[in-house]
């Protein structure tokens, strides 16, 4: 069996400040081709930059990026294997080109460029990266033509989603079932940790622009989930150390983590708004399925947890501060009083 028009894209997230302000880019916004009956719908689109045509090792195809304004770059290079190709040949490119020893570096310069040209937009820089990294396979049907939703029977598609030849037991070729979506007879999507395979008979992307925007939401996520770890292990060494003399390293904390709960509650506002589902259609299933299987509630249920500790370390933080402040205050007083009393004596 022969596929039609496959391409391989390897995608790359990094995780680059607190926020890209995307106003101070004269770039197009992503715009869903085919935003089926409004389900799904950007309030703020990212960024798109076309970088042009890239050749690493005998491959070639444009690479893009995208820029989220909370912050995160997703650079994406798409290589086209031909008009028609024998299906075992696609399962071998799609097992040989995502593990290509030279794609780190080949990602890593290209964002060391683009970071340059964005630097004005990039507002607080990231020091520390998060990076993730997924792979679509992408085709326009198969030769003789069958319906998408044959394919699954028809073809043994786990070591492409799977990204490994194995003998998968009949558990994980069942889970791919449940992570498998069709909105009709031509095109289909299957979803794996790191790897899409997509069937659709227009050439159309927004299947692989849904299930990057949730890999994005997932690397920022993951950023300020260690970010408040990070924080909250700093607490208990401050705290041991009772006393008024260390009232400025409480008032410092106390105000660190009033920052850092306030940033990251804005940012949750921001992902939460940037993407709306208002119906339970096929872009919409996929986009919630992707958060499902990449672990993302997972690690929001993670971040609202810390964050919750964090407000109720800042509340114990204030409440010392003020114990500290009344004891000055009390010190004060004594001291004051009892500099009248030797006054008073010194008088007589």
Do not use: C
Request: without cysteine.
């Amino acid at each position: 069996m022969k596929v039609l028009r496959p391409h391989i894209a390897v995608y790359r997230l990094f995780d680059l400040a607190d926020e890209i302000a995307l106003e101070r880019l004269s770039s197009p916004r992503l715009k869903l081709s085919r935003p089926r009956s409004g389900a799904v719908h950007f309030e703020n689109p990212p960024t798109q930059l076309d970088l042009g045509l890239r050749t690493l090792e005998g491959y070639s195809g444009p690479l893009v990026a995208r820029l989220y304004d909370f912050g995160v770059a997703a650079l994406s290079w798409r290589v086209f294997l031909g008009e028609e190709v024998e299906w075992d040949a696609l399962v071998e490119q799609a097992l040989r080109l995502p593990e290509h020893p030279a794609l780190d570096g080949f990602f890593l310069a290209e964002l060391e460029g683009l970071e340059r040209y964005i630097a004005p937009a990039l507002l607080r820089p990231q020091e520390e990266r998060i990076e993730e990294e997924f792979t679509v396979i992408h085709l326009l049907g198969v030769r003789p033509a069958r319906p998408a939703g044959e394919l699954v029977a028809a073809l043994d598609l786990a070591p492409v989603v799977l990204g490994e030849r194995e003998a998968f037991a009949p558990e994980v070729r069942k889970e791919l079932f449940r992570y498998t979506f069709s909105y009709s007879e031509e095109d289909l999507a299957v979803l794996g940790f790191d790897r899409v395979l997509i069937v659709d008979s227009e050439g159309i992307w927004d299947v692989a622009e849904l299930v990057e925007f949730a890999h994005a939401e997932l690397v920022e996520l993951s950023y300020y989930d260690r970010v408040l770890t990070k924080e909250l292990e700093a607490v208990p060494e401050v705290l041991r150390q009772r006393g008024w003399r260390h009232f400025a390293r409480f008032d410092r904390l106390r105000r660190r983590l009033m920052a850092r709960h306030a940033e990251i509650a804005d940012v949750r506002a921001r992902m939460d708004s940037a993407l709306r589902v208002t119906e339970d259609l096929y872009y919409a299933k996929i986009y919630r399925a992707a958060l499902e299987l990449y672990g993302a509630h997972e690690i929001e249920r993670a971040v609202a947890e810390k964050l919750e500790v964090l407000s109720e370390t800042y509340s114990m933080l204030t409440e010392e501060i003020h114990n500290i402040r009344s004891q000055i205050l009390e010190v004060g007083i004594l001291t004051l009083i009892l500099i009248e009393v030797i006054r008073a004596f010194v008088a007589d």
